[in-house]
């Protein structure tokens, strides 16, 4: 999982729609009519984005996805530019658990502390315990308990006086199922070590009979540049407030439904504005910095102070949109965007839910908190920061289709 550090790339602050290539959008409209272009279009994206490899912030992959993003844009007929955003990276380098004979890799969890590669040693027990390294699980993520992996063992353990921490991540299957770095400007509490949940009954019994275990979590933290793409369609009436539209684009492993759907979304609907002139001023932006406490998003209200509360509205393209089996959900600010929101997902035949029971997970909670009026659409999934959110099984195109199309109309509708 490591990777070198991003290539920095220039780019104006603010992107705008081009003239030329404008034109020739208004000249030959899309047709959303077509469905199977309209798979095909984000086929090709989703597929895109999975090839190019493990999203991290700040990483190779990361560098060359927005500039990939930006090459999409272009290709529309939109100017997208890369915003730069600083941050200390993390690399792992050695992170295992060493107990009764057997290495068991992991990777640590970047909000917490780390250990040198001799790592720290001593009698591995439940959390809570005397022991010297604890062990506890994750809670899996669910739709409509966003931020219930990041409560109880995770919190528990930020307090604890062990000396490291080894965590199983549940999930809907046995596996490595990460958890994001909320705290990743401010980490805190002892070293953690994230591992499979299939070595749960084994490694429970070593914590019951109190096995000697060594935890290494040694990183490199390396100064890198992340990238947010941003870009705007003017609107014929520049002095009405603006429409944003904004989804994230970094994440754990290739993270084709968690991120790809989102990210083609967003496409669709930067396609279907460009056709014509919208009333509004139209600001898109994809956001790196997801996983790590979510440094995109607040790069880029840093830049623009006072837009969060003049924005007409913020369309947020959250997670797993197009994920097969799974129910929709519509966070919104107040009754009549989240009434809209539904109307929009039930005419395209979408089964979806709407609460303002929780704040809303993801970027949509910076909104939330500076008092912005937004809805956001999120979706469940089963392979959540799993290794195996890849295209194509992850993704269910002709659902992810449905919504792209509902999601396009209704951008339009609210640029109008």
Known sequence: MTADAATPMAGDSHGAMNSGTAQSALDHPPSLSSHEALRQRLAEAVEAYDAQGNHRTGADVDAAS???LVRQAGEIGI????????LDRVDPKVCHLSVAGRCIGGLPLFDAGFTSVEGVGGRLGPLGSDADIGLAETEPFTLMDPRKEQSNAVVHARRSRHKAV????????????????MSFAKPSGPPMLQVSSAETDWLTQQAEARAHATVVAKVERVPAQAFNVTATIAGADPALPPLLVMTPRSGWWQCAS??????????????VLAARTPARDCHFVACSGHELGFLGIDAYLASRPGL???AHRWIHLGANIGAP???????ASDDATEQWATALMTEAGLT??????SVPRGEAGALHHGGARYVAFVCGTDVFHHPADRWPDAVDLSV???YARALANGVQEMAS
Request: hydrophobic share 50%; charged share 20%; net charge positive.
């Open 308 to 310: 969060i509360k003049r």
């Open 400 to 402: 992810l289709a449905r």
């Open 325 to 331: 089996r799974q129910p929709g959900l519509i966070q």
């Open 79 to 86: 100017e997208a530019v890369l915003e730069p955003f600083s």
């Open 166 to 181: 080894v965590l199983l991540t549940r999930g809907s299957m046995p596996g490595l199922f990460l958890l994001n770095a």
């Open 66 to 68: 927005a500039a990939w």
């Open 258 to 271: 968690e991120r790809g759907g989102g990210i083609a979304c967003w496409l669709e609907a930067m396609r």
């Open 352 to 357: 979806v839910s709407a609460t303002r029971a």
